[in-house]
């Protein structure tokens, strides 16, 4: 009786039991039938290779050889001919009452830029007055003492102390003279205010003053720096890996920024002999005539520098690069198919040629016309 009824007591577990195992099935089965089927690899597709209709269409040409100087790019930047470049000095102290040009106005040598009030002038005419006294009274002196000395009242040596005398005083007053005239005032007529003129012919390129200012004589900052632009700087930066095919005397065209369709001559001047310690670099110095005077200080300028060895390029012509998301391509053709091929151009060439700097081979064959061949890809 008592096996009995745990055989009764044990049937509801063991059909839970078997629910819950095909439950679990059913459930798993289902999972599967909607789990996405496996992805499929399919290996050896190259997306760099295109297949066109009629690729018969598209004339192929090889690649040639092209000799050329070597050459290096840089970027610079333009700056003021140093030894072409002079500073407004004044030569009194006092305040400024008048200023007559600007920054950037281009200016004439002897063209008044600033007056100053000084008081140098009250000490000069202070000066002056006193040597015009001195020497009055030393003229005086000599001609009593060569009255003197032609009726036999006193002796030669008195006569040369007289001499001595007034040519100490002419000397005095000369001097005396002189100075006014430094401070731009004429003895005759004192003002008490100094002109100070630009000293050459060019371009205010630094301004410290304003009106009202006070100046002192001799002293920094000075008030104007003139700078004659007609000849230029490019100064550049270059690598210390490149420094080995830069050298004093070596031709260079420059670009700028402003004016991209114009191509200056210039030549290197200096290279530097420090380099700086952060980005490994040298100032190359590139002299160069300004025509117009187009080049300002502070514009962006490229450069390329040409060196007296020979490098050899491959060259394609110019029809046979494409354009691509900031980059150069060729297509190849390969297998009944074109493939799409990245190069570095370099520059133009005679006959609608254009260097390959790197990409491509000497030899290899590449589509002339490859924005019809992109067209037609992109038609596809």
């Not at 354009?323 to 391509?329: A, F, P, Q, S, V």
């Amino acid at each position: 009786m008592k096996s009995k009824a745990l055989k009764f007591a044990l049937l509801p577990l063991a059909l839970v039991a078997s629910l819950a195992i095909n439950g679990c099935k059913s459930d798993k089965v289902n999972a599967d039938s909607e789990a996405p089927p496996p992805s499929k690899v399919v290996s050896g597709v190259d997306a760099s290779f295109f297949a066109v209709e009629h690729p018969e269409q598209y004339p192929i040409v090889t690649a040639t050889e092209y000799q050329a100087p070597s050459q290096l790019s840089v970027t610079g930047t333009v700056f003021p001919d140093i030894s072409r470049t002079v500073p407004v000095i004044s030569l009194a102290s006092g305040r400024i009452v008048d200023i007559r040009a600007r920054l950037g106005d281009t200016v004439k040598k002897g063209q008044l830029l600033l007056r100053v009030r000084s008081d140098d002038i009250s000490g000069g005419f202070d000066a002056y007055r006193k040597a015009v006294s001195d020497e009055l009274l030393a003229r005086k002196q000599l001609d009593r003492a060569k009255l003197l000395f032609e009726h036999g009242a006193i002796a030669q040596g008195d006569l040369e102390v007289a001499q001595d005398n007034e040519d100490d005083a002419r000397t005095t007053l000369d001097t005396a003279t002189e100075h006014l005239h430094l401070l731009g005032s004429d003895p005759d007529d004192p003002k008490g205010i100094v002109d100070i003129a630009a000293p050459v012919s060019g371009v205010i390129t630094d301004q410290e003053v304003t009106n009202g200012a006070v100046i002192q004589a001799y002293s920094t900052p000075n008030p104007f720096t003139v700078s004659d632009l007609t000849s230029v700087w490019i100064v550049c930066d270059v690598y210390e890996n490149d420094m080995a095919n830069v050298r004093v005397g070596q031709p260079a065209d420059i670009k700028l920024n402003a004016y991209p369709d114009k191509v200056l001559k210039g030549t290197i001047s200096n290279v530097g002999s420090i380099l700086d310690p952060n980005i490994r670099t040298a100032k190359v110095r590139i002299e160069l005539a300004n025509p117009g005077e187009m080049m300002r200080p502070g514009m962006f300028a490229s450069a390329t520098l040409f060196g007296s060895g020979k490098q050899t390029y491959v060259a394609v012509p110019a029809s046979a690069i494409v354009h691509l998301h900031d980059r150069d391509w060729v297509y190849v053709p390969a297998q009944e198919k074109f493939k799409r091929v990245e190069v570095v151009s370099g520059e133009q060439l005679p006959n609608n040629m254009q260097t390959i700097l790197s990409g491509l081979q000497r030899g290899q064959q590449v589509v002339t016309n490859a924005i019809n061949l992109e067209n037609a890809i992109d038609n596809e």
